[in-house]
């Protein structure tokens, strides 16, 4: 089968099909870093999530990323401050919504001159 025809009945596009097959890059990586927790202990978590969930108790996502925090902290994997993550990109978005608060205002001002 050509590159052509197997882009067309893989719904690929020519290019991409194309440019894998030239670096040899035939499997697809995923995006992100890798997770800290196996299949189990993920699966373990959910279990906990659904059996709250049944009971009426639906866990907020504050419950749930500490949930994700102390299994590994309980099975001593090691792993990232996740704290430190949040308050970085809470901080990054907190700009960038002063300055289109900004923008809006100037625009708005504008108008009515």
């Known amino acids: 089968m050509g590159v052509n025809q197997a882009?067309?009945?893989?719904?690929?596009?020519?290019?991409?099909?194309?440019?894998?097959?030239?670096?040899?890059?035939l499997t697809?990586?995923?995006?992100?870093?890798?997770?800290i927790l196996d299949?189990?202990?993920?699966s373990k978590i959910v279990a906990h999530i659904n059996k709250l969930e049944n009971r009426g108790f639906t866990p907020c996502r504050d419950s749930v990323k500490s949930l994700a925090y102390e299994l590994p902290e309980k099975l001593k994997i090691p792993h990232h401050d996740l704290n430190t993550r949040h308050h970085e990109t809470k901080r990054k978005s907190s700009a960038t919504k002063e300055k289109v608060?900004?923008?809006r205002k100037?625009?708005?001002?504008?108008?009515k001159k």
């Open 101 to 103: 608060y900004k923008k």
């Open 39 to 42: 299949c189990e202990n993920e």
């Open 28 to 35: 697809k990586g995923s995006l992100g870093p890798s997770s």
């Open 7 to 25: 882009a067309k009945t893989s719904s690929i596009p020519k290019t991409t099909l194309k440019r894998r097959i030239k670096t040899h890059n």
């Open 106 to 111: 100037n625009a708005r001002g504008n108008l």
